[in-house]
């Protein structure tokens, strides 16, 4: 298993920044691919970015191509997720999530993810 936690979310002007960090641990043998996902009142989790094990592969759902990059430092124990441009609309409570993968550069489904952290508030005021 694999414990996660994020950091970073606040209160943010429209067209401002945010970075969201997740830290994981996991035991050294295993591998995972990483993701992020946001909720926001009254609507079902969405899918946001995803990112492969070795961080060769990302996938991003289509309204924040272009505004957000997903990345992992290099001893893959953290995750990021830089948000620039943000819009109201972007404002949720975003949660970090992790999938076992047996091959480096393979980015789950948004569905196969399986292990979540408790989220970090998003606020993005007009």
């Known amino acids: 298993q694999v414990q996660l936690g994020e950091s970073g979310g606040g209160l943010v002007q429209a067209g401002g920044s945010l970075r969201l960090s997740c830290a994981g641990s996991?035991?050294?043998?295993?591998?995972?691919?990483m993701g992020w996902f946001r909720q926001a009142p009254g609507k079902e989790r969405e899918f946001v970015a995803a990112?492969?094990?070795?961080?060769?592969?990302?996938h991003y759902e289509d309204s924040v191509k272009g505004r957000f990059t997903i990345s992992r430092d290099t001893a893959k124990t953290t995750v990021y997720l830089q948000m620039n441009s943000l819009k109201p609309e972007d404002t949720a409570v975003y949660y970090c999530?992790?999938?076992?993968?047996?091959?480096?550069?393979?980015?789950?489904?948004?569905?196969?993810?399986?292990?979540w952290g408790q989220g970090t508030q998003v606020t993005v005021s007009s």
């Open positions: 996991r035991r050294p043998s295993s591998r995972y691919a």
């Open positions: 990112i492969s094990w070795s961080g060769k592969n990302t």
């Open positions: 999530a992790a999938r076992l993968v047996y091959d480096n550069d393979y980015v789950p489904a948004p569905s196969d993810f399986a292990s």
